[in-house]
């Protein structure tokens, strides 16, 4: 089976820390995603890569910026935390198939 | 830009019930669109994809089907059980080679025993 693996759960972050979020996956997938999700809102795209060093913008990439250095690992960076970040994060990717896998999420308080 | 919408009220109904969640989309013209199950505090599980050129895909008590001329997708759980209790969210492939994903907000789907 497909795992995504996110390695933080649970964070709480201050305001103007930067913050990193990492995900891996282990079926050499090349499409990787971030995604927040909010109450009433829904997933939203924040980034993709579809290749290790390429990344393009989702919906909301203000206040956030992305690594893919290695093909099964994708970060999410937040330069400056801020208290609207405060969300649930969820990494997926995607390999030549059409199905997304996600992680388990992680959930970032900012105070 | 593209817009997904599902019915944001939580769908309640008795166990045994058929379940029927629907996805409306609008300024998009998606190959294929998906299903997936988001129980709380975990990620979405892919559950069925249905491409342009076919009405209806099933897969055991689930049915989906995709009319691109009403730009919708129905998708039924029957013989519903409590276990099938979650939110259920669609979602529309966009971009080059569809590497984008859109999804909608979600269903909640309550079912009573």
């Known amino acids: 089976d497909v795992k995504v693996t996110q390695s933080s759960r649970y964070l709480v972050k201050r305001t103007g820390e930067k913050v990193f979020l990492e995900c891996v996956q282990d079926?050499?997938?090349?499409?990787m995603f971030w995604y927040r999700q909010d109450p009433g809102l829904g997933l939203r795209l924040i980034y993709f890569?579809?290749?290790?060093?390429?990344?393009e913008k989702g919906d909301i990439p203000e206040g956030y910026s992305v690594s893919r250095e290695k093909k099964e690992r994708f970060s999410l960076i937040l330069e400056s935390a801020s208290t609207n970040q405060t969300s649930m994060y969820l990494c997926a990717s995607r390999g030549q198939g059409d199905t997304i896998y996600f992680g388990e999420g992680s959930w970032l308080t900012v105070v | 830009s593209q817009k997904i919408e599902q019915n944001s009220e939580a769908l309640n109904i008795q166990e045994g019930k058929t379940a029927t969640l629907t996805c409306n989309y609008t300024?998009?013209?998606?190959?294929?669109l998906q299903w997936y199950r988001q129980d709380p505090g975990r990620g979405p599980v892919f559950l069925l994809l249905i491409r342009e050129n076919e009405k209806e895909k099933r897969k055991e008590r689930l049915k989906v089907t995709f009319d691109t001329t009403l730009k919708q997708s129905l998708f039924h759980i029957t013989a519903s059980q409590p276990a099938d209790s979650a939110t259920y969210l669609c979602?529309?492939?966009?971009?080059?080679?569809?590497?984008?994903?859109?999804f909608g907000s979600g269903t909640k789907l309550n079912v009573k025993p």
């Open positions: 079926m050499d997938h090349e499409n």
């Open positions: 300024n998009y013209s998606p190959a294929y």
């Open positions: 890569s579809y290749d290790v060093k390429m990344k």
């Open positions: 979602a529309l492939g966009a971009g080059d080679n569809f590497n984008k994903f859109y």
